[in-house]
């Protein structure tokens, strides 16, 4: 490839100066001439080729899909993701893990949720909750002031160091992510954060786990409970969180996305329940402008 441009940059430079032909000896022919055109146009194609993918990559696909959440899930979450993890051989989670590790002070959990935030606003988009949801998640946290604390769906740790930053002492989050590898980077973010000491990371499957929780941790019953996971298990780990009596009078659960992606079976039964008062805050999902937010629902018992 560089062998190829070598010998394309004299002919283009003779094109410009015939006379350093000359000078060779060379006769200035037509067909020099046409050849010579003929790669300079090449040159240029390729080169406005690469700067039109480029900018359409970088800011006219995001600028429309921004307003259309499934447009702006397929775009960020399936086909940059792809793109990037082919071509730099890495993850997406180890690409803001690398990103915490360089512009995050270690020990302080808000250098770390702003270095994530940076990292999805102006590289990467990522499925945390983000920033503008975050400060509503961050409302709720200091409003119940829990002890513990259930988040249900980790992945690198994101929500999980914004909720432990605003813990009193001695309370806990107890964070559950099936995916080992997201657990992995999870768990160096948190670190990073210095909050190990408020967090109880499990690696496992809502579904298998909620059934254990009481005997594991010996706690009677969650103040807060975050859910964050696949949309369609709110549903049946709410139901599954009621038979298990993890929930008391006064409990709250906030689910993120209730919108976009959506869990319509979710919202449909903390609304209708005479167990739940529940309340919609309106928000975006997160780094983008299409619509979403968060239902907080306190369990009456
Ligand atoms: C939207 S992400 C969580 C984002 C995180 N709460 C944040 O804001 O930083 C959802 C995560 O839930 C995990 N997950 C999905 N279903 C799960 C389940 N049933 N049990 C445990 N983890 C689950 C996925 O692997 C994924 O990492």
């Given at each position: 490839m560089i062998g190829r441009w070598q010998s394309i940059c004299p002919t283009v430079r003779e094109l410009a100066h015939p006379s350093l032909k000359a000078r060779r000896g060379e006769k200035w022919t037509g067909s020099t001439a046409c050849r010579d055109t003929m790669w300079l146009t090449l040159l240029y194609s390729c080169t406005g080729g690469a700067a039109l993918l480029y900018a359409l990559y970088r800011w006219l696909i995001p600028a429309a899909v921004q307003y259309h959440g499934g447009l702006a899930l397929i775009w960020h979450d399936v086909i940059v993701e792809w793109i990037l993890d082919t071509l730099t051989h890495s993850t997406r989670p180890q690409r803001l893990l690398s990103a915490v590790q360089k512009n995050a002070t270690r020990g302080d959990p808000s250098s770390v949720v702003k270095a994530i935030d940076q990292f999805c606003r102006q590289k990467e988009w990522a499925m945390?909750?983000?920033?503008e949801k975050g400060c509503i998640l961050d409302l709720v946290v200091s409003e119940v002031n829990p002890t513990f604390v259930l988040e249900l769906g980790t992945y690198c740790g994101y929500s999980t160091v914004r909720i432990a930053r605003l813990l009193p002492p001695h309370a806990k989050v107890i964070t559950l992510e099936f995916n080992p590898d997201f657990a992995a980077i999870a768990h160096q973010v948190i670190a990073w954060a210095g909050l190990e000491d408020k967090v109880h990371l499990i690696v496992g499957a809502s579904g298998d786990w909620i059934p254990k929780m009481k005997e594991q941790f010996g706690l009677n019953s969650f103040d807060l409970v975050f859910l964050d996971h696949w949309k369609d298990r709110y549903l049946p780990d709410t139901k599954l969180m009621e038979e298990c009596g993890l929930l008391r009078q006064g409990s709250i659960l906030l689910a993120d996305n209730v919108i976009c992606p959506g869990a319509p079976d979710y919202l449909d039964y903390v609304r209708r329940s005479s167990q739940y008062e529940s309340q919609y805050f309106k928000s975006h999902l997160e780094y983008t402008k299409v619509e979403d937010g968060l239902e907080k629902s306190i369990f009456l018992g």
């Open positions: 945390n909750v983000g920033d």
